[in-house]
C-alpha cells in the first residue's frame, strides 16, 4: 500500500529532534557572544592548530645623527601550539521501552538537554585551561578580591600600553564562592548565558563571571577582544557520509536515528566549538587571600 502524502515518518521525527538541539545549543551561544561582544567564529579545517601567543619588543629610543640610518626597533612573536582543532564526540542510546515509560519528553527532550549542557560544559572547561596558561603578572601584595580585580586590570593595562596595543573591553573571571559575602548584603543584577554567570558590574569591575572553574582565591582577567571562538567544518564531514545536523558556524552537530535491532534512538552529538584566549600576556592571574 501506497504511503499516504503528507505521512510523519521516523526520518522526520528525528530531524526535528536535530533541529531542536542545535537551535537550543546556538541559541545559548548566540547569547554568550551577544552578552560579552565576542568576535564571529571561524570556521577551521579539522587538525588546524590552536596557538597561544606572546608579544615582546619595543621602539628603539637611540636617537640618528643627521644623516644616519635610523634604527630599527625590533619585535617579535612567538608562538606555542596549544592543540588543534578537534571534533568531540559523544553518543546517547534511549530505549523503547523507556520511550513507552516516560515519554518522548523525558526519555528523550529532557536528556538531550542534559547533553547539551555536558558539551557546553567541555567547551568551557577547555576554555578555563588555556586562562591558566596565561602569563600576565600582578605587582605587589594582594590582600582582598577588590585589590585583585583593581591590580589585574592594572597589569592588563600596562601590558597592553608597553605593546602599543589599545585597552580593550576588560571581562573578569572570579570563583563564585569568593563573591558570595559580597553578593548576600548587596543586591545585583545577574544574567546567564552559555552556562555562565554574568554581573555587568561587580567591585567596581565591569564584565564579571562568576565560575566555580576559577580557583578560590584567584581572579582571571582578559580583554574580550583576546577571546576567539573557533569550530569545525561540518560540511566535509557531511560530504563523506557523516550527516550531522549542525548550525552555520559548525559548533555543535547532532544526528538521531532509529536502530531496529536495539529497539532504541541514538543520539550522537558532535562538540566543535573551541574558544581561545590567545595572547598570553594579555591574560592576568591575580591571587589574593581567599575570603578577605
Known amino acids: 500500500m501506497a504511503v499516504k502524502d503528507n505521512t510523519i515518518t521516523t526520518a522526520d521525527t528525528c530531524e526535528a529532534l536535530d533541529d531542536e538541539f542545535v537551535e537550543n545549543f546556538k541559541k545559548d551561544y548566540d547569547k554568550l557572544a551577544e552578552t560579552l561582544d565576542l568576535f564571529g567564529v571561524e570556521t577551521l579545517k579539522a587538525g588546524a592548530a590552536l596557538y597561544q601567543y606572546k608579544v615582546t619588543g619595543a621602539l628603539s629610543t637611540t636617537t640618528p ?16 601550539i596549544i592543540g588543534e582543532i578537534s571534533l568531540k564526540r559523544y553518543a546517547k542510546l534511549t530505549t523503547a521501552e523507556a520511550i513507552l515509560k516516560g515519554g518522548i519528553e523525558n526519555a ?22 588555556y586562562l591558566a596558561k596565561g602569563t600576565g603578572k600582578v605587582s605587589g601584595t594582594v590582600d582582598t578580591l577588590q585589590k585583585a580585580l583593581a591590580k589585574a586590570d592594572a597589569a592588563i593595562g600596562d601590558a597592553m600600553e608597553k605593546n602599543g596595543d589599545q585597552g580593550g573591553t576588560l571581562v573578569h573571571f572570579v570563583n563564585r564562592q569568593d563573591a558570595a559575602d559580597y553578593l548576600g548584603e548587596h543586591e545585583v543584577t545577574m544574567q546567564t548565558a552559555f552556562g555562565l554567570t554574568y554581573l555587568e558590574s561587580f567591585l567596581g569591575a565591569e564584565n564579571v563571571v562568576l565560575t566555580s572553574s576559577v580557583k578560590a582565591g584567584t581572579v582571571t582577567v582578559t580583554p574580550i577582544e583576546n577571546i576567539h571562538p573557533y569550530a569545525v567544518d561540518f560540511a566535509s564531514l557531511a560530504d563523506a557520509g557523516l550527516d550531522y545536523e549542525s548550525d552555520d558556524y559548525g559548533i555543535v552537530g547532532i ?5 531496529y535491532d536495539r529497539g532504541s534512538v541514538d ?23 581567599a575570603g578577605a
Not at 70 to 76: D, M, N, Q, V
Not at 255 to 259: F, L, T
Open 108 to 129: 528523550i527532550l529532557k536528556t538531550d538537554r542534559h547533553m547539551s549542557q555536558h558539551l557546553r560544559a567541555v567547551a568551557l572547561s577547555d576554555f578555563y585551561g
Open 65 to 80: 645623527a643627521e644623516g644616519d640610518e635610523t634604527p630599527l626597533s625590533k619585535y617579535s612573536v612567538s608562538k606555542e
Open 255 to 259: 544526528h538521531h536515528v532509529p536502530d
Open 267 to 289: 543520539a550522537y552529538a558532535a562538540l566543535g566549538l573551541t574558544i581561545v584566549p590567545e595572547v598570553k600576556d594579555y591574560i592576568v592571574n591575580a591571587t589574593f587571600k
